[in-house]
């Protein structure tokens, strides 16, 4: 029976975290094991940055945004000594066992970590992305597509007193799944994400049959790594091909996306999925991220979180045409 283990957060942080390491600590004081918090990610196992926590750690963070054990991006973990190091710190504590609350960088540092020293570990998804297979909803994209919907209803007031077409550019490098909800919700007339090209020509005929429908304003959705470029470039692009005189303004949502309050889907998401993560580590799961699909808990090695996509709906997309008309 494992008796310590860690939490840590890693990547880019996403609301709902902090109710995922409550779920942990929690989870873990209830079946009698002992439960440490490490702080900045791999950062923080390299520089022995761990305490005990205790129920009362987590007091009152439930509805809070960010993480309490902050979180990094490692370069040092990457390196064999960065490890090295983890692992004689993790060693000092006794810690046998992990439970990771990131992403696909996270999970694959983990997998090495696992290799060499084999240390097992139970990830859980946490990015507003919404990127990782294995899972239908990761911990903090519920919050994030609110915060951009919200964004949305208040562009369109100003978008329609003025009668200008809005390029609104939501977060998602490889991943159009914030683009697609909050365009959906928000009444976007088009959603541009990186999955699926949408060529600037057809961009340009949607706007031209709004037009001639007397539509005053328009609303474009575009996840920043879509393949025509930024909202800012997708914008230049149209200026420079049309011939008629249009009022286009650039909106960038950003980093506002990754903070603020928890939804309570993501409150109730990472609960559970911070519970199932050290129910997973005490019934022998190593390598694997803890998912819902169907509302099921589900273990999902990290070798397929990490190499397998998970699609967009693509009938999403086809619903925006549709809806738009
Ligand atoms: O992976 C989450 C995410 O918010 C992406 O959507 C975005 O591209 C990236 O992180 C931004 O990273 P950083 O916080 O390092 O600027």
Redesign the pocket.
Known sequence: MIKKIAVFTS??DAPGMNACIRAVVRTSMYYGIEVYGIRRGYNGMIAGDIYQMTSHSVSNIIQRGGTILKSA?SKEFMTKEGRQKAFEQLQKFGIEGLVAIG?NGTFTGATIFYDEYGIPTVGAPG???NDLFGTDYTIGYDTAVNTALEAIDKIRDTADSHDRVFFIEV???DSGYIAIQSGIAGGAEIVMVPEVLTPITEVIETLKQGWNRSKSSSIIVVA?GDEEGNAAEVAEKIKSRVDIDIDIRVTTLG?IQ?GGIPTAYDRILASRLGLGAVEGLMNGHKNVMVGIINNEIIYTPFRDTIRLPKPINEDMLRMVKILST
């Open positions: 990547g880019g991006r992403g990015t507003i992305d977060m998602g490098r920043e980093h990754r």
